[in-house]
């Protein structure tokens, strides 16, 4: 990047280049859509066999090379436009200062010098004092070395001694215009040089070899095409993203946005937009479907187990994405960050007149697992809720975005202390900025809006409704199956204890996990009690029978240790502060089911709060209350 490169160059020539690339991946991206929607669908109900069939493998891979081509085009329009943008103010800058020393008639050489003709008088020899080259600073001398060179005693042009020395040039009026114009050329010059370096290197990256087969390494490539681009391009989009404002101001700031601008930050910042709260729901659906094949991609390339179960659960996402879904279903968020983060809803929470947010809690993670489970809890909320007021929209959301503590049964009932409020106390803000956001986007004048804890989530959510002004826009609290909530009683919740609703099985260990007095009995049964399974299980089926009777006989000595201690401590207290099921608490209970025991089967009157084939009266009684029907549940008297 040198001085007639600079002088030359036209920024909206390369602005004009993006546009064409920007063309080309919306072409690209309406012809997947085209594939995906209509041409798929449309074949797969007509077709049946094995032609049909292995169509539907080739129109798959069409629509991933068609995919591929928007990402990468979007990502080159983004490359060009931040080029175009950020090369402007430099090569102002250069053509400012070449229009002052033409004005000034100082000659500028092809490396920026300036030249200035001699000037002023010398009083020692009153003569006029001579000219000389001006060289600009190039950055990595102090200002007080600039180098202004002029004739020295053997007539060659050598520098100056500096301010600390004699200069043969003090006093010429023209030295120090010189001076100034020769330091803004080579400012402009070193600015101009590093954006050039910097999107060049980007741009160097968005190669694709031919013969193109689009698969998980490809993606994978497309993951750091993004974020080179997005790393390029960060002093001109992501510098202007207003990260510490409120989820209101964000949605403003988009509002405010040129759909240029917005197709922009899409492209380079997928991760980045589909993750903001505030940012309207099928923005951050769309960026989210875009950064979801980015991240499997990534993912993919990572050999732990960490990852595998990632990209599972990411390829069912993506599964149920590209399935026809009721109600819609919505992707808010997603991320790989910790144990993965995953927020889904069906339904959309921009229009609906009813939202929920859900917090999963203990052994949930971005996995397999949580496709079928924790996401298919949501559905069968909004499909509730939609009987419960046919003549009202619901969108129901699985909200994770936190780490939940990974914890199994035996882990839970052999040692209690696994169980901290960290994960919680961390994750409280970032649901409660979340849940501000939806009440930002949503266009009702007045949502209603129904904060759900399941589990360790009900600590989390606790948490957050106790934060100054509770949750933002909530006007109901659902706990389910809660260890407690970090609260004494439910007017701490800053709602109002009339809008606090809980339920908990008679058979969930979990609503009634000792605090720290009764733990040790809960400790000493579960030791005792796996001991003496183990050695049972070893007898009657070896190394396997060992295993789960020592299993089993951890979980059934864990319980029996507990009820022993708890016969002797203050039932209305447990893990997190008062049971939210207790009286003292002062919460509505509604009417759920016990679920099976422990011994009959495990965790599961833990899990069923939700499921209508498990618990109907549990679920009816959710749905009645996050479509605003609270007035029609069923109550239970208080424990």
Known sequence: MDLKTLRVLEPSEYAEAADGYRAVSDMADAAKDRIGRQITQAMRKANEGEAADAAQKQLKRLSENFHYTQIECGLVSGALNGFSSEIAAPRRRLLEALEDAAALQYPVSANGDVTYPAGGKNELTGGEIPGGTAVGNNGMLSPGNRSIYGPGDNGLYAPSTGTSGFDPHRGNPHAAKARDIADRIAHALREAGEVDER?????????????LKVDTKTWADA???????????????????????SPAARKEWWDHLTPEQRDEYLAVYPDVIGNLDGIPALVRDEANRENLQLLIGKLSEQDDEKSKGMVDGLKGIQDKLQERSVPPMYLLGVGDEGNGRAIVSYGNPDTAKNVSAYVPGLGTKLDGEFVGGTMKRAQDTALGAGEADPHSSTASIVWLGYDAPQVSLSDLVANTDVMYRDNAEAGAPTYNSFVAGISATNENADPHITAIGHSYGSLTVGLAAQEEGGIPGADDIILVGSPGTGAKTADELNIGRGHVFVGAADNDIVTKLPHQGEASGMGAGAAGGGSTGLVLGLGMGGPAGGLVGGTAGTVVGGVAGYMAQDQQTDPSQIWFGTDPANKDFGAKRFLVDDGPTVVQGGMGAHSQYFTPTKDQMSADNIAKIVAGKSDEISLEQSR
């Open 199 to 211: 999107y060049s290197r980007a741009l160097s990256k968005l190669k694709a070899a031919p013969g």
């Open 223 to 245: 993951a750091a095409d993004t974020k080179a681009v997005g790393a390029a391009a960060a002093g001109y989009l992501k510098d202007d993203i207003p990260f510490d404002k």
